[in-house]
């Protein structure tokens, strides 16, 4: 939806600086700014988005700092501007160590470069710049378009595509996508359902042909859209994991689009006690070990196989699933994920030992 209003102003921003001090004072709990979507697709009629519990959420659970928020969408709807002078005025008034931002595609709100380059070089703010879907040409353009205002860029999915193609290589950070604890575990709870797929089938036609090929192969597979498309609270999608002796997951994009995505799914099924059974890419072998801590699986037929043979063979299903779970939960908690972050942003302090 196109916003009326003028284009930031550019001159220097004025006020006192807010970002960090850069003596020798240990920052032992920093204040993070979240410049985010308040609602999923900056749509309120879509409810609140996937960062409200994938980062603000993880980010208040790891204890290792305070959290602000700064939502872009609703301040564009509330006030019909863009919402640029908005977000100047709060890191103004309002003391931020780093600025933790997500954009949207496909939308006019997003904060502009020139306005984050003015934060962060008035006001000195670290910006620190997260992405999702960057397994395509316009993902690395999108993302090299902002590099120069930002400090690090984080990718949560596809490491391979930027690593190899875009013009910051120094500014780039692989990470998974961080989940709240509080969702993601696993409570010892009987799994009553053998199998689950939570996500998205409309714009994906290898999906739709793997489930229609489980259903005339008689395996039965509990299906959820999500939030958008399946309606489903952020709880009640945690809890069919929880519930699901396997999940299926696939690696590949939207719209049959070039390479492979390490999905939130991925991490959301370990951290939950699931077996996931996970579309071979390279970018999931970054953080698992196929046959150890997943299975992989190379078509249809390969993922019928499996599920059967693992629904039969419940040791097995047992044993990988729950090296997957220990090895989730020792290496990418929230605080894990929060951890890499900010000693990348802030490299001159120290957080605390016990968070």
Partial sequence: MP??????????????????????????????????????????????SNVHHNFIGSFKSS???????????????????????HLIEHCRK??????????????????AAETLARIRSDLGIPIVSAYFDTTD?????????YAPAVDVNVIVDCYSNYAGNGAFPEKFLATWTPQDPALYLDKGAARTIDVSFLG????????????????????????????????????DYA??????????????????GPGYQCKGRVFEATLSGALLMEQ??????????????????ENER??????????????????????GSAHAHANYTAGAFWRRVLERALPAFELEASA
Avoid at 94 to 111: Q, S
Avoid at 290 to 295: E, I
Wanted: glycine residues 10%; proline residues 7%.
């Fill in 3 to 48: 916003i009326c209003g003028s284009m930031p102003i550019m001159g220097p921003i004025m006020g006192p600086a807010m970002g960090p001090t850069m003596g020798n004072e240990r920052l032992v709990k920093p204040r993070i700014l979240f410049v985010t979507e308040k609602w999923a697709e900056c749509d309120p009629s879509h409810g609140l």
């Fill in 280 to 297: 071979a890419n390279p970018e999931t072998e970054m953080w698992f070990t196929p046959g150890v801590h997943y299975v992989a699986f």
């Fill in 137 to 145: 040409a316009y993902a690395v353009q999108w993302i090299d378009a």
């Fill in 94 to 111: 309002k003391r931020a160590d780093v600025i933790f931002l997500t954009m949207v595609r496909g939308t006019d709100l997003n904060p």
């Fill in 302 to 323: 390969d993922l019928a196989d499996k599920i059967r043979h693992y629904l039969g063979h419940e040791d097995e299903r047992a044993r990988i699933a729950a090296a």
């Fill in 63 to 85: 204890g290792l700092g305070e959290a602000d928020c700064f939502f872009f969408d609703e301040t564009a709807h509330a006030t019909k501007e863009r919402p640029d002078e």
């Fill in 239 to 256: 809890g069919i994991f929880r519930q699901s002796k396997i999940t299926i997951n696939f690696a590949a994009p939207a719209l049959d």
């Fill in 200 to 235: 998205s089938a409309a714009r994906y036609p290898d999906r739709k042909l793997a489930l229609g090929l489980l259903a005339e192969a008689g395996i039965e597979v509990r299906q959820g859209g999500g939030q958008i498309e399946g309606g489903l609270s952020p709880e």
